[in-house]
């Protein structure tokens, strides 16, 4: 999910390039957060267990993306940090991102059991589950940074960032614990689309009525398939640089790599981006609202474009819709 800075003369230009291209994504990325939020705010109807964890997604996310801010203006100016320093610059991004690494994992848990155990999702209430999804983060926290610091060194990073901010031997156990459970999420977004195969199959004899809420719940396995692409594109591909870098001295030598490092910071800020361009394209009600919300921003919009005041106002189906498709409540 990070930038591994592995800078080599012949490809500081590959880095600084990265670093612009990764400013203006991080504009975009900001404002798309900041809409998810005020959506959820706003909308009471917005504020299931899905919905509340998608907002917490946001906030780190927008955190992160302030963080990654600071990462790229030091490698245009050519900042030095040591790692000591890095560390406790970064703190706060640091224990952020534990706790965001685990939230992503709830959301897909949450998804895979409200289409697994339906009744018992009901009854859990979502104060619990937002509880329940901050506990693993908070212990990653517990271990991970007071390691840090006692066993801390003034090494000069190749870049300002998390697994750089950690003494070698914490960053190998760092990278295998955010790699396992990346493939945790992978898998349990995989093991909700089987399941929702599963279920249209089961349930297509059934009543027409039936029939339309498993064909939507069969759309929104296409949904999770984009997803799980997004995902492995992003945060996934660049865990794994992060894997191979401290367990293969070999290959993380190698030029192609080292190339491949430098640029990696684009896919890192799409990670921290794109949750709401997909909620736009994916989730009809999400649309509506984030539509809403560009017409206050753009009174003088045209019609074709967003839809008018009264339209904003219609009403809404009990049931809300995921971005991934499936109900939220």
């Not at 809409?35 to 899905?50: E, P, Q």
């Not at 599963?198 to 809420?213: D, L």
Request: charge should be positive; glycine fraction near 4%; charged fraction near 15%.
């Amino acid at each position: 999910m990070l930038f591994i800075h592995m800078l080599m003369p012949q490809s500081e230009v590959a880095a600084v390039t990265a670093s612009y291209i990764e400013l203006v994504i991080g504009v975009f990325g900001l404002f798309g957060n900041v809409n998810i939020l005020v959506a959820v705010y706003t909308r009471k109807h917005l504020r299931s267990k899905c919905a509340l964890l998608m907002a917490l997604i946001a906030f780190y996310d927008s955190i992160s993306i302030f963080f990654e801010f600071f990462q790229a203006f030091g490698f245009l100016f050519s900042i030095e940090f040591s790692r000591r320093e890095c560390f406790n610059y970064i703190f706060m991004y640091s224990f952020v991102l534990h706790l965001q690494i685990f939230t992503v994992l709830s959301l897909a848990v949450d998804r895979f059991v409200s289409i697994v155990f339906p009744r018992r999702y009901r009854i859990i209430s979502a104060k619990r589950w937002i509880i329940a999804t901050c506990i693993p983060g908070l212990i990653v926290n517990v271990v991970f940074l007071p390691w840090a610091n006692f066993t801390m060194d003034d090494g000069i990073t190749d870049g300002c960032n998390p697994p750089e901010s950690l003494p070698f031997t914490v960053a190998i156990w760092w990278s295998r614990m955010t790699v396992a459970v990346n493939v945790l999420v992978v898998v349990t977004y995989i093991s909700f689309v089987i399941a929702i195969k599963i279920n249209v199959r089961r349930f297509a004899k059934y009543a027409q009525e039936r029939k339309e809420n498993f064909l939507a719940q069969q759309r929104a396995a296409q949904t999770v398939s984009i997803i799980i692409l997004v995902f492995a594109g992003t945060w996934f591909f660049t865990q794994t640089i992060a894997f191979v870098y401290y367990g293969s001295s070999t290959l993380s030598e190698q030029f192609w790599f080292q190339a491949l490092s430098e640029t990696a910071a684009v896919p890192v800020m799409f990670g921290y981006s794109l949750n709401y361009y997909v909620y736009f394209w994916r989730s009809s009600e999400y649309r509506r609202v984030f539509k809403d919300q560009l017409r206050l921003l753009i009174p003088c919009a045209k019609r074709k474009f967003l839809f008018s005041k009264s339209q904003s106002h219609t009403s809404v189906k009990r049931n809300v819709v995921c971005p991934n498709g499936t109900s939220c409540n």
